[in-house]
């Protein structure tokens, strides 16, 4: 289930090859509990899907999707400061260390 709205939340913000990419990986680890017979596949159908697209509903076409991407970044933005006054750190751009 988790997997699941991962992959939502990547589909909706990220381009078509993360998107692509979250899916293969909801897949993969989804497909062991319906080979080991922890799972039945409507388990997972009805179960699983039927709460992540009613929690994606929720967040993303709401005003929280905004609040939530909202504090996400202020707590980006509040994580970066350190990294900035690092004298030692590696550029993104060129690939050297400045």
Do not use: Q
């Amino acid at each position: 289930m988790v997997l699941l709205i991962c992959a939502g939340i990547i589909t909706f913000y990220l381009p078509r090859a993360w998107a692509v990419g979250a899916w293969v990986v909801a897949l993969v680890f989804t497909l062991p509990r319906l080979m080991s017979g922890a799972h039945w596949l409507s388990d997972n159908l009805v179960g699983s899907l039927a709460i992540a697209v009613f929690v994606l509903t929720w967040v993303l076409a709401t005003p929280l999707h905004g609040v939530i991407n909202d504090a996400f970044e202020r707590l980006l933005r509040r994580l970066r400061r350190p990294l900035a006054r690092n004298p030692n750190r590696v550029s993104i751009e060129d690939g050297k260390v400045r």
